[in-house]
């Protein structure tokens, strides 16, 4: 591994150096082609006025923009870019410097209340041409000083912009151009602002509108029915779902195949990119929100960014608190001591958060961009549950309930964040799109808190008849998480049909836990008593080291192909520590596991049809490494009924995808994808159950819990997904995925194979009203799926992330279903639009509308059977306020030259 490290780094400082050797010999006597290069790439001056057509006078604060087309390897397509962008002055004047002058340019003239105005522009040769003379030893030739000297000038003259026919009421222009769902070269990418009825929620509730997502009720996150990595701005993140606000995001970009440029040890479930919004206009923009639910919830935030000459500077804060109803029955049956539990209960869940963000970008230059921010996470967390539970004897003729007991659960944990970034990006100047980057982040999560169990038993139904004294068992927890990441990346393209990349990716993750559990049976007479035999503290480190390389071409005006590979090295090393009774440590185990490297290739083929369509095949290889508790070898004795441990025997799972996608674009709006995809795992890791005798009672038994290596298991389907405007108001964006899922466990004591056919379906509608209002609705059903493998738990970035360490699954290697599902969410927005890009809205909005949202289980292992139903939080009314204030304005700060704003906004970096 460190040899392919020292290749990459060597061949990255080698690429560097030559091209900075490039630049740097030019004491030899230069050639025309040199000179032409250097006239085209930097003597354009282009300059022009922007005028009310009606009144022919000038429009100041109008944002004007120059476009410039490249060609996309990896989907044979052109692909527009933002070469650069400038405000006009208050008399509506404008100009560029420093263009390509043989180039075709596409300019955008956009200000408020005015329609879009488009328009090409080239220079048609009007650069300083070759002259014919003798200026080289009486060769023919051409004359570097009048080429040096010479420019390329354009007056675009007076753009006439008319009055928009939308009146003041109507929805703000950035929103309403914005279609809810988009096709990347890679992913499919979700407009976040568009999904109106989120506002106020978080990425939790987004997410579970997004077609391809499914979250449960407990916000567990999958797609396609595996379990996806998340990131935030292309980075890992030590954040949960709950902890991101909604109002946030910009969009969410799903990768359900990635390339060998991501991370390999996530497995076959993919990425969800979550792009947080960020300014990229000259000038001052920011915007306050609160709002509150019928759980007496309520939310309240504020944002700012303001950007001028070489800044770019960024703020957030916001205040939440949620209230979380929920109710639950369960049935099991231990088949094993033939006894029968019964359950019903409810829940209140507490959460309450603040979080703050700050970030800077610093444009030195247009060749050198850095980026410095970071953020904090404070929150506090509260969970009352009260239960009621019937122990019922299988061997008793009458069936009747041996015990009643009333449990009640209460917990409360506080979670501290903190996170630091620095991004350095480096454009070579050379060619667009050859640059190197670099990116650090550091993460710090630190929980601490405890959970109170009293439960109390009775003799009879009406809980009057006390059998005993209540039973307690206090747990006091302390977790430290710290994860650090290192990624440099390069990107050259070698022509315009072909371009090479490669990169490096370090990360080191450190955990400690501390869990100390006590228990009293004497009802509060006497002190708890520290149980150590229940009692966990740990520690471990893990590391992962890769590097990939990816090319990519064109052959031929329709077809295209990039193929790569990647390394990647992982090994844990970490700590139990056992302690006595006077909470001291005794003794310890370490243990160590270090995993060979692995090498994942993958391939995109992408031919494009005419009429805006194309197909594209692409395959790629992950790997899920067994976590550090999943593979220690030491008894959990937590619930002495439902024993736990490691398995150093496991080994890595290798998942296979393939995809074969069809996309149609159409030329109004929206786009088709049809894709059929199939994964296949081998080496399953999967929960596995068998029975022991009781210590101290060999005629009882006890189930024991660990993990092991199944067969395989596959997932084949169809996707579709449509997203049109049926109407001019009417916009319809809907998801059907219809799929097979197989799980062969014929190698463990069940001894049988799981299998399926399911489907579920989304559909998302956006209806505009008159009078400025937006209305939209929600619809979702998912069909009776396959129980899906919980045992594995990737040790990647993202694996084992939020939390981990004895926390056993007691469905084992299960038959079973989760049942079906059917909700409906809705929203109604209006919108108030201002002058000098200020505006209002007001949001309404309510979720799971019918109190259909019930998530139901039944499983089946050797040893029970269990059918489980919970309803979460239905039916909360949600009303948000949001008001958005700016000025793009490149004169609103006092500078020294104009030419600097469009030096630093040129390059199309959008900060």
Same mark, same amino acid.
């Given at each position: ?20 050797q ?38 100041? =604060? ?12 990896s ?7 933002l ?35 488009n ?21 023919g ?17 007076? $753009?006439?912009?008319? /009055? ?25 990418i979700?407009?976040? @602002? ?9 990425? /939790? ?23 996806? /990595? $998340? ?9 949960t779902?709950?902890?991101?606000? +909604?109002?946030? $995001? ?19 479930g993919?990425i ?11 000038? &001052? ?18 944002? #700012? ?5 070489k ?13 979380n ?12 001591n ?7 209960g ?15 970008? &610093? ?13 904090? #996470? ?9 239960q009621?539970?019937d122990s ?12 009643? +007991? ?5 917990s ?31 993460? +710090?999560a ?18 009057? @008849? ?5 039973l ?29 990349e ?18 009293? +049976? ?6 708890p ?10 520690n ?5 080291l890769?590097?990939?390389?990816? #090319?990519?071409?064109?052959i031929? @005006?329709?077809?295209? &192909?990039?193929?790569? $590979? ?11 520590v ?6 001291i440590?005794s ?33 790629s290889?992950?790997v899920?490494?067994p ?37 149609k ?6 786009n088709?994808?049809a894709t ?13 159950q ?10 009882d ?5 660990t ?7 596959y ?45 579920n ?19 979702q ?15 990647s ?14 469905l084992?290697?299960?038959?079973? &279903? ?6 409906? @969410?809705?929203?109604l927005k209006?919108?108030w ?18 109190? =259909?949202?019930?998530?139901?289980? #039944? ?53």
């Amino acid at each position: 591994m460190k040899k392919i490290f020292l290749l990459l780094s060597v061949s990255m400082i080698s690429i560097a150096t030559i091209q900075a050797q490039e630049k740097d010999t030019t004491k030899a006597a230069p050639n025309k082609a040199q000179f032409q290069n250097r006239i085209d790439a930097k003597n354009g001056h282009l300059y022009g006025k922007i005028v009310d057509a009606t009144t022919n006078k000038g429009i100041g =604060s109008a944002s004007v923009q120059l476009f410039k087309s490249i060609f996309d390897s990896s989907t044979n397509l052109p692909k527009e870019i933002l070469l650069t962008t400038v405000m006009t002055s208050s008399n509506g004047d404008f100009e560029f410097n420093d263009l390509p002058t043989h180039e075709k340019l596409k300019l955008s003239v956009n200000a408020l209340s005015y329609t879009v105005s488009n328009q090409d522009v080239s220079f048609g040769g009007m650069g300083a041409k070759p002259v014919a003379g003798n200026n080289n030893g009486g060769q023919g030739g051409f004359n570097p000083s009048a080429i040096m000297g010479g420019g390329a000038d354009k007056n675009l003259g007076d $753009i006439a912009l008319t /009055q928009s026919a939308t009146d003041l009421n109507a929805v703000t222009v950035t929103s309403s151009t914005k279609p809810i769902f988009q096709m990347g070269v890679d992913r499919k990418i979700f407009n976040a @602002d568009r999904d109106i009825a989120n506002t106020g929620q978080t990425a /939790q509730e987004l997410l579970s509108h997004i077609p391809t997502v499914n979250v449960d009720i407990d916000g567990n996150v999958t797609m396609r029915n595996a379990t996806p /990595q $998340i990131y935030v701005d292309g980075m890992p993140t030590t954040l949960t779902l709950e902890q991101i606000p +909604s109002d946030l $995001i910009d969009k969410v970009e799903l990768i359900t195949n990635p390339s060998a440029k991501y991370d390999a040890s996530g497995g076959g479930g993919g990425i969800i990119n979550i792009v947080l919004k960020k300014n990229k206009k000259t000038g &001052y923009n920011g915007g306050l929100r609160a709002g509150g639910d019928t759980r007496w919830g309520s939310n309240l935030g504020g944002d #700012f960014s303001y950007r001028q000459g070489k800044f770019n500077l960024t703020a957030d804060a916001m205040y939440m608190r949620r209230r979380n109803k929920s109710t639950n029955t369960l049935d099991r049956t231990n088949t094993y001591n033939n006894t029968t539990l019964l359950q019903d209960g409810s829940g209140l869940r507490t959460f309450r958060m603040m979080t703050g963000n700050l970030s800077m970008d &610093y444009l030195m230059d247009n060749k050198n961009t850095f980026t410095l921010g970071g953020g904090i #996470f404070d929150g506090h967390m509260g969970n009352d549950q009260p239960q009621h539970i019937d122990s019922i004897d299988g061997t008793n003729a009458s069936a009747t309930p041996f015990a009643y +007991s009333n449990l009640n659960s209460l917990s409360k944990m506080h979670f501290t964040n903190y996170n630091g970034k620095f991004n350095y990006k480096h454009s070579f100047g050379d060619k667009d799109n050859h640059d190197l980057t670099a990116n650090f982040q550091y993460n +710090s999560a630190n929980g601490n808190g405890f959970t109170d169990i009293l439960t109390q038993y009775y003799n009879d139904p009406d809980f009057t @008849d006390v059998r005993n004294p209540a039973l307690t068992l206090n747990t006091n927890m302390i977790n430290r998480h710290k994860d650090w990441i290192g990624q440099v990346d390069y990107e050259n393209p070698l022509s315009d049909k072909s371009k090479f990349e490669a990169g490096l990716r370090a990360e080191h993750q450190t955990v400690y836990s501390d869990s100390r559990q006590f228990t009293d +049976s004497t009802g509060g007479l006497e002190d708890p008593v520290f149980r150590s035999a229940i009692s966990s503290k740990y520690n471990y480190q893990q590391t992962v080291l890769a590097a990939y390389a990816q #090319f990519s071409s064109k052959i031929g @005006d329709h077809f295209s &192909y990039q193929v790569g $590979i990647r390394a990647e090295n992982s090994n844990y090393s970490g700590t139990n520590v056992l302690m006595n009774t006077d909470q001291i440590d005794s003794a310890s185990t370490n243990f160590k596991v270090k995993f060979p490297v692995n090498i994942f290739p993958s391939l995109f083929l992408t031919y494009t049809l005419p009429n805006d369509q194309c197909l594209q095949f692409n395959y790629s290889r992950k790997v899920n490494r067994p976590n550090f508790f999943q593979l220690l070898p030491i008894y959990n004795y937590s619930d002495p009924y439902n024993i736990s441990t490691g398995n150093p025997d496991l080994k890595p799972e290798f998942t296979s995808n393939y995809e074969l996608s069809y996309n149609k674009t159409y030329s109004h709006s929206g786009n088709f994808l049809a894709t059929g995809y199939m994964r296949y795992t081998s080496n399953m890791i999967t929960n596995y159950q068998y029975t022991e005798p009781s210590e101290g009672n060999t005629a009882d038994s006890v189930l024991v819990n660990t993990y092991m290596n199944a067969n395989h298991s596959y997932t084949y389907g169809l996707e579709l997904t449509n997203s049109i405007a049926a109407t001019k108001k009417w916009t319809v964006t809907g998801n059907v995925n219809l799929y097979r899922t197989v799980i062969d466990a014929s190698n463990t004591e069940l001894g049988t194979t799981n299998k399926r056919v399911s489907w579920n379906a989304k559909l998302n509608n956006e209806y505009k009203l008159p009078w400025g209002l937006t209305f939209q609705a929600n619809i979702q059903y998912f069909g009776k799926t396959v129980l899906p493998n919980s045992g594995g738990s990737s040790s990647s970035s993202s694996g084992g992330r939020n939390g981990g360490g004895f926390n056993f699954s007691s469905l084992g290697t299960a038959q079973g &279903y989760i049942g079906e599902r059917f909700f409906v @969410d809705a929203a109604l927005k209006k919108d108030w639009k201002g002058k000098n890009g200020n505006s209002f809205s007001v949001t309404a909005s309510m979720n799971d509308i019918f109190r =259909s949202n019930y998530n139901k289980t #039944f499983s089946e292992t050797a040893y029970m059977e269990q059918y489980q139903k919970r309803l979460s939080n239905p039916q909360v009314f949600r009303l948000n306020f949001s008001w958005r204030f700016g000025k793009m304005d490149a004169n609103l700060f006092k500078r020294k030259n104009n030419k600097e704003v469009g030096g630093d906004q040129g390059g199309g970096m959008e900060m």
